[in-house]
């Protein structure tokens, strides 16, 4: 592996919170919380993010920064003679089927942010009655037509392949360094307008109220996952970013930073998002996914003042999140390549990208003219994100829990969580303890809930 390290703590940070806080955290979170009992969900998901996501990052953290190798060489270095190497083979799977439908959604994204600049987002709408029925148009028209998204794609695509070929420290952290400064400024802004709207108190009330009654196992499982996929676990990412850390890097501290901040950005989603829902009267609107992003969201600014302006700055917003993360999804492949068969930035940077011209276009198109292509009963884009997302993610982190507190010595965790006996070894047995015995059960649980799901 290149002995390439980020340059500064902050890019370190940046770079990594980056790939945490993507599209799905952003809308998903918010929805997730008011829908399974509110401020109850956030104390539910805030322990199982100290219970499973933490140690789970400090696992996957140990693992690059103790090797300085990719995805698949991480285990292969520990462990030469094993076949553990095939755990990260799959995250290097599992990773570029996510980027394959994720360049999509990325796509959708940077279209709506062209209509917001053009205009073209809010032309057609005769009435506020008809807004709804508007906006939803306007998503499955161009969702569903071939041509513009896969153009939109394509873009992302051609976005993600300047800033890997500039590299780790000239393309990625840099790109971090100021796009997730620019990404928190422009939550902090929406949370302020959403704030001083008419009834944002209620909205505040709607989002954070607890109501323990809405609490069963099938939630407390919901919120293992969101714990689990909003921190980029089991992708092979946090392995292969790692790697690029300094020795001297305290991993504790930066695992529980991360988390912080990705647990901010999405809290502050949901206080931009429902104050402003309640000042315009659409609680009853649909709050998930695509349609509150691109249905929900533009009826809100077309009715404020400057909605341009807003649109603008949301969908700008949305596209940030969404670079930070392909990018670093994609670099893990691209590390992958460059460790594993000796390629170039260039090239390996031109063998990630390439096939996905293809691979994204099946994806884009499935809403589309192959909508008619049915696997299971879902489409190519649903198939992909059902498998990887569903059972791929949970089942690497499961093994890489097994790998680390079970196959290699003990004394690999120890080291790296303390930095040799640098760093204070008092949280050491804990986490330990975690990998070994807690977190393996409940990513467990997590993976035979996915099946149950299918």
Known sequence: MSKVNFSSRIGLIAVTVGSAVGLGNIWRFPAETQANGGGAFILIYVMCMLVLGIPVMLAEFSLGRGTQSDAESAFKKLKPKSKWNVVGILAIIASYMILSFYAVVAGWTFEY???????NLFSGIDSIDRMDATFHHKMEEFICSDISPLISTYVILALNFFILLAGVQKGIERMSNWMMPILFILLLIFAGVSLSLPDSIQGIEYFFKPDFSKITPHIIVNALGQSFFSLSLGMGILITYSAYYPKKTKLVNTAFTVSLLDLLMAVLMGIIIFPAVMSFGLEGSQLRGTTLVFVTLPEIFAQMPASQLWAVLFFLLLL???LTSTISIAEVTVAWLQNS???SRLKACV????PLF???ALCSLS???LGFIKIAGLNIFNLLDTVATNILLPTVAL???IFIGWSVKTDFLKNQITNNGKVSQRIYPVISFIIRFIAPILLLLVLISAFFEL
């Open 113 to 119: 942010l062209v209509q917001s600049i053009t205009g």
């Open 320 to 322: 940030i999140a969404a």
């Open 341 to 343: 068969f000796r390629q």
């Open 351 to 354: 063998f990630v990208i390439l």
């Open 358 to 360: 293809l691979l994204s």
């Open 367 to 369: 809403f589309g003219s």
């Open 399 to 401: 093994l890489t829990c």
